[in-house]
């Protein structure tokens, strides 16, 4: 019978496939006991589970590849651990052996052992680890049920209905045919719905009516760019289908087109398209779409994968590649950014503070381990002798850590001329304004810095008070508050007369339906993940920026998010 639902759109596309559920991970086994002879037989069988386990990780670990596997790799290398931790290992073959149950419930067991020592700590980074005990006990308890004929048993042409969806399966999941995910719960602006824009994998979410009601085989319909779900769908619902998806490949082409073409508004005002990169793949899309360089490289990446710390010639292979790639087109290397989110396996950044966003993160961690700096500028500053570098340096809030940041680089630049070392001759410095502090406070640093980029991720977060992976919040986390209008509109206003530069490398400037925002408040600089840069330069192209500028202050007026919307759609 048709069911037509609505979630929230988070990752753009339409999909029709066949429906398979997936209930939240909760194990649901009963007791079961085994035989004394029959012990040797389950542990082998549990074993087998555990090894399929390990190769499925591996096996996804090996299909990735640059931005992915980096992206991703985190979360891998955890599950990994988690698979080979003793604790898990050893009481699992200790429950089979000595308390003869069935390798089914002695998981069911030790996942509930473990999943209570986790919900017991006090810190939130190691309570939150539990989802990633239950993903991998999932594994082992597929593996598990799995039969021989299983094997050949795929995804191809399903959408996955499910409670939520970690971010590390999703290119799994897009492998193996996959083409949509609807989740009961989740955040557009969370980690998985920014992997899932990038992969270009249609993502619903607060979809919990539909996990409900929806059964595998079910016909189902999706467009994940307004939410709109059709559980078995009627001829009018795949006639409609059937346009858009013609729509839709026609607009692509169109795109496709715009990758030569200048980033000029309708009256001819150029506007700069930067991109933000991870990898050489990044890079290499940028330069192939046209970006007029790369506005933020994030280099924690160097950081995130491995046990050690690189190494000053590791860090400038990579920048000096970066720069190589972009082929004379300005390159911006954002410094460490570790903390919050993002803790390196080396102890680096911590995993204990009690409120990390507010944490030893970004700028503040780079002051605290002045040696490691050094190296990171060091190699930055070699890798400036193969084309234009700009430095940003993030989660500044404050002159002081601007001072004390030239003065880093200063004796690294001092130090490299000693040992003869080529650099560039110029590297710009730059700010990224993320804290509401350093956008109210530029004046008090602008003398300082070269440009700025604003983070409007965190800066939404931080002025709003809204944690944006906090799903139940995800309705307030919005850059469309008067608030945040105004704050850019001072921060591009007062730019704009001091001569400095100013960007916008958060998710705002990637979503083309914020163009007319952001050019009507004076921003010239955008820089965006290359998958969505053609979408934004047809925005840019299509904008009349004369007209835009003449309504700002209508817009500056709006006194809630339904009259900024009301301007958009004038």
């Not at 997936?22 to 589970?49: C, F, N, T, W, Y």
């Amino acid at each position: 019978m048709r069911r037509a639902l609505r979630g929230q759109p988070a990752s753009r596309g339409i999909a029709l496939g066949r429906v398979r559920v997936r209930h939240p991970q909760a194990l649901v086994v009963s007791e079961q006991r085994i035989r004394a002879e029959d012990v040797p037989g389950e542990i082998l069988r549990l074993h087998r589970a555990l090894d399929a386990a390990r190769a499925e990780l591996h096996g996804l670990r090996e299909r990735l590849h640059g931005a992915l596997a980096q992206e991703v790799g985190e979360f891998l290398d955890l599950h990994a651990m988690i698979l080979d931790d003793p604790e898990l290992l050893h009481g699992l073959d200790d429950l089979v052996s000595t308390g003869r149950y069935s390798a089914d419930y002695a998981l069911k067991l030790q996942r509930d052992r473990l999943a209570a020592v986790f919900e017991g700590m006090h810190d939130d980074y190691f309570r939150s680890r539990r989802e990633d005990l239950d993903h991998v006990i999932g594994r082992v308890h597929a593996a598990l049920q799995r039969r021989g004929d299983d094997a050949t048993t795929g995804l191809s042409g399903e959408i996955l209905v499910c409670d939520a969806v970690a971010p590390q399966e999703l290119a799994e999941l897009q492998a193996q045919g996959v083409v949509a995910v609807v989740a009961a719960s989740g955040s557009p602006l969370s980690h998985s719905a920014i992997l899932a824009r990038s992969l270009h994998l249609p993502l619903v979410l607060g979809a919990g009516e539909l996990l409900a009601l929806a059964n595998d085989g079910d016909a189902l319909m999706v467009d994940a760019a307004t939410g709109e779900l059709v559980l078995e769908p009627g001829p009018a619902d795949l006639k409609r289908y059937h346009r858009r998806a013609a729509e839709l490949g026609k607009e692509q082409a169109q795109l496709t087109r715009l990758r030569r073409q200048p980033t000029r508004t309708q009256d001819g005002v150029d506007i700069r398209l930067y991109a933000n990169a991870e990898s050489r793949e990044d890079v290499a899309e940028a330069h192939s779409l046209g970006a007029d360089g790369i506005g933020l490289y994030r280099t924690e990446f160097l950081f995130l994968q491995r046990r050690e710390l690189p190494t000053e010639d590791e860090q400038f292979l990579a920048y000096r590649d970066l720069v190589l790639g972009m082929a004379g087109r300005v390159v911006t290397i954002r410094t460490l950014d570790l903390g919050a989110d993002k803790a390196d396996h080396s102890g680096l950044a911590l995993r204990t503070e009690p409120n990390p966003a507010l944490g030893l993160r970004g700028v503040r961690l780079s002051l605290a381990h002045e040696a490691l700096f050094l190296t990171q500028l060091r190699a930055i500053l070699r890798a400036s002798a193969y084309g234009p570098v700009r430095i940003l340096v993030p989660m500044i809030c404050c002159r002081e850590e601007m001072q004390a940041v030239i003065a880093l680089l200063e004796a690294a630049r001092a130090s490299l001329l000693a040992e003869s070392a080529p650099t560039g001759p110029f590297v710009e410095l730059g700010a990224m304004i993320e804290v509401p502090a350093a956008a109210l406070g530029l004046p008090d640093f602008i003398d300082l810095v070269d440009f700025v980029s604003v983070g409007t991720n965190d800066l939404v977060q931080y002025l709003l008070a809204v944690d944006r992976n906090h799903e139940s919040l995800a309705s307030l986390y919005t850059p469309r508050h008067p608030a945040m209008l105004r704050l850019l509109a001072e921060v591009f206003s007062y730019g704009r007369r001091n001569g400095i530069p100013v960007a916008v490398c958060g998710e705002m400037a990637g979503e083309a339906a914020n163009v007319p925002l952001l050019l009507a408040l004076g921003l010239r600089d955008f820089s965006l993940h290359p998958s969505t840069l053609l979408e934004v330069r047809r925005a840019i192209r299509d904008a009349d920026h004369a007209s835009l500028r003449r309504r700002a202050q209508s817009l500056l007026r709006a006194h809630d998010r339904l009259a900024i919307e009301k301007w958009l759609a004038r």
